[in-house]
């Protein structure tokens, strides 16, 4: 069990990019999520995964965020276009649990976008 | 919408002292609650949790209380040590529900 690794750690582009992240998640978990947080609040939910089904989308999830798990393994998390509102820590987490819970996180993308 | 909230911001204690932080929230549909720990540039690190079936849970060196007639949630941390400084964060689950909505979090200051 060598836990969540997320790739990259630290992210700097310019506003108006495309930028992806991955996530690999530990080991025969089925669930996987995606959260999103800034500098003082705690982590808020974008999307989650069930193997390769994606269940569930925030609101905070716009038209530009589109994340996948095509194999039911890693994921991928794009937003295109960057906005600087867009700058933060993107954390994964992933479940061993069908009910959503202990999850464990990953070390987060952090993304700034300038 | 409903929301967990944390009452105090930044809590400050002497090393071998125990720590208490407080944790509030207003869903009464919730039926699991769960502590993690967030040291600086890492993910959240689970602590313990707790099932809505329950009262108390005790864990090393931590326990989880529940007091669900006041929607109220902490943890104890005992015999404090410099290495539990970090950010608090608790996070309920509604029931039925298949995610975590956390709150906002508490600073734990250890002082030696």
């Known amino acids: 069990d060598t836990g969540v690794s997320q790739d990259p750690r630290h992210k700097i582009t310019k506003r108006g990019q495309n930028v992806t992240f991955r996530c690999d998640p530990i080991s025969e978990h089925n669930r996987l999520y995606w959260y999103r947080q800034t500098l003082g609040q705690g982590p808020e939910f974008l999307t989650y995964?069930?193997?390769?089904?994606?269940?569930?989308k925030s609101r905070l999830l716009s038209d530009r965020f589109s994340a996948e798990r095509p194999k039911g393994s890693f994921s991928t998390l794009e937003i295109q276009r960057t906005e600087q509102g867009d700058s933060a820590m993107y954390l994964c987490?992933?479940?061993?649990?069908?009910?959503?819970?202990?999850?464990?996180f990953g070390s987060g993308t952090q993304l700034s976008v300038l | 919408g409903e929301s967990v909230g944390l009452h105090l911001p930044t809590l400050s204690v002497q090393e071998g002292d125990n720590s208490i932080i407080n944790c509030a929230y207003s869903?009464?549909?919730?039926?699991?609650f769960i502590w993690y720990k967030q040291e600086s540039g890492k993910g959240p690190q689970f602590i313990i949790d707790?099932?809505?079936?329950?009262d108390k849970r005790q864990g090393q060196r931590v326990t989880v209380l529940l007091n669900k007639t006041v929607k109220h949630l902490s943890l104890q941390i005992a015999a404090t040590q410099p290495g539990d400084s970090a950010v608090y964060f608790c996070a309920e689950r509604t029931g039925g529900g298949n995610k975590l909505t956390f709150g906002t979090g508490t600073q734990l200051k250890v002082e030696l």
């Open positions: 987490a992933s479940s061993p649990d069908r009910r959503g819970e202990k999850l464990f």
């Open positions: 707790i099932r809505s079936n329950m």
């Open positions: 869903n009464s549909a919730s039926d699991y």
């Open positions: 995964f069930q193997n390769e089904a994606q269940l569930e």
